[in-house]
């Protein structure tokens, strides 16, 4: 896949066929170049933690391999896409409530921490898989 196709290079000065060049010469897609305000769209990805399981991404037609990908490089994770609405599936995360106090998820296979996580970053609380 082309870098171009991965992360958002809008702002950066450089020719599509430069930045995908650079990327198939070293593997790496290089950083986005341009001003100072130049941050990645979506949302900062947290170490050690792939964006599939900070964000849920049900209906974004990438492959996880992808979007987890983009996030490695960039150091975001990137924006769901999806419908024209976007909005995470799931319920509303009720302020100061921890998603595991709000909705029962015995028998899901995720921890706790990370069912918990998706609710603070998404402000949804993910379905019960």
């Keep these: 896949m082309k870098c171009t196709d991965q992360i958002n290079y809008a702002g950066d000065p450089r020719p599509n ?4 060049s650079i ?3 070293t593997g790496y897609c290089p ?3 341009g001003s100072a305000s130049s941050t990645p769209s979506g949302t900062p990805k947290k170490d050690g933690m792939k ?3 900070q964000i849920n991404y049900a209906g974004d037609p990438r492959p996880n391999a992808e979007i987890n ?12 896409k999806g419908s024209a609405s976007s909005t995470p599936s799931g319920t509303p995360k009720k ?7 709000q909705i029962n998820y015995a028998g899901d296979p995720r921890p706790n921490a990370e069912i918990n996580s998706i609710g603070e970053n998404t402000g949804y609380c993910p379905p019960v898989s």
């Design 51 to 53: 964006c599939t399981d």
């Design 17 to 20: 066929a430069e930045i995908n």
């Design 69 to 80: 990908s983009i996030g490695e490089n960039t150091g975001y994770c990137p924006p769901v």
């Design 95 to 101: 302020d100061g409530m921890k998603c595991t106090d």
């Design 23 to 25: 990327g198939e010469n």
């Design 31 to 33: 950083p986005v170049k």
